[in-house]
C-alpha cells in the first residue's frame, strides 16, 4: 500500500479526480494527506470531506523560499510518502527539496511540455497557431517544467478557441490523465532510464 500526499494551492480539481480514481479503481494505494501552501485553498474542503487528513504550510509566512521548502519537506515527511503529487501547486520549488523527491514527485503541467514551460500556457499555444495542445504528467526535476515524461493527452485548438475554453477542454483531459499516470506509479509499472520513462505493460509485473 503506498502513501500519496498530494500538494495543492486553489481549486484541486485534478486532486479531486486522483482521489476518485483511487476509490473506484481500489489501487494499492491510499491519499494520506492533502498540503496547501494557501489557507483558503478551495480543494483542503473537499479532502476534509473524504475523511483525507489536511495541513497547510503557508509560503507567507516564511521569509525564505528555502525555509519554506524545509517547513514544507517536513510536513509532507510526516505522511511517509512513497509519492509526492503536485496538484496546481503553484510554488517554484528549490533544488534541495526536489532532490529530496527525487523519483518519486510528479506533476500535471498544461501543455505538451517541452512547449510553453511556466504560465499561461494556452494563451502560448494559441499565439503560436499551433493546431494541438495539450497536457504532461512528469517526473519533477530542479529544471522548472522539465523532467522525464510519464504521459500527454492532446486536444485539437479550434477556430475561435480562446485560454478560458482551451483550459476547460483540457482540464477534462488532465482529470484522466493524472489519475492514469499515478496509476502507473503506484503498481511499480514507470521506469526511468538515462532521462526517459518506460512503462511496463501490467502483465510484465
Ligand atoms: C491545472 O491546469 C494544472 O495543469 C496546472 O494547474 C491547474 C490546477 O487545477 N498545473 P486544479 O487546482 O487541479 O483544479
Redesign the pocket.
Known amino acids: 500500500m503506498k502513501n500519496i500526499v498530494i500538494l495543492?494551492?486553489?481549486?484541486?480539481?485534478?486532486?479531486e479526480a486522483v482521489v476518485r480514481a483511487l476509490d473506484a479503481e481500489h489501487w494499492p494505494a491510499r491519499i494520506a494527506a492533502v498540503i496547501s501552501n494557501k489557507p483558503d485553498a478551495a480543494?483542503l474542503a473537499f479532502a476534509a470531506s473524504r475523511g483525507i487528513p489536511t495541513a497547510v504550510v503557508a509560503n507567507k509566512a516564511f521569509a525564505t523560499r528555502a525555509a519554506f521548502d524545509a517547513a514544507l519537506q517536513e510536513t509532507i515527511d510526516r505522511f511517509a510518502p512513497d509519492l509526492v503529487v503536485l496538484?496546481?501547486f503553484m510554488r517554484i520549488l528549490t533544488a534541495p527539496f526536489v532532490e529530496h523527491y527525487a523519483d518519486r514527485m510528479l506533476?500535471?503541467?498544461?501543455s505538451l511540455l517541452p512547449l510553453f514551460p511556466g504560465l499561461h500556457t494556452h494563451e502560448a499555444a494559441l499565439a503560436a497557431g499551433h493546431a494541438e495542445h495539450g497536457?504532461t504528467v512528469h517526473f519533477v526535476t530542479p529544471e522548472l517544467d522539465h523532467g522525464p515524461v510519464v504521459a500527454q493527452a492532446r486536444i485539437p485548438v479550434h477556430p475561435g478557441d480562446t485560454p478560458d475554453l482551451l483550459?476547460q477542454r483540457?482540464?477534462t483531459e488532465?482529470h484522466k490523465l493524472y489519475p492514469y499516470a499515478i496509476r502507473l506509479f503506484v503498481e511499480d509499472r514507470l521506469i526511468i532510464e538515462q532521462g526517459d520513462v518506460r512503462i511496463l505493460e501490467a502483465s510484465s509485473i
Open positions: 495543492i494551492s486553489g481549486r484541486g480539481s485534478n486532486m480543494g496538484a496546481g506533476n500535471i503541467h498544461p497536457a483550459a483540457l482540464l488532465e
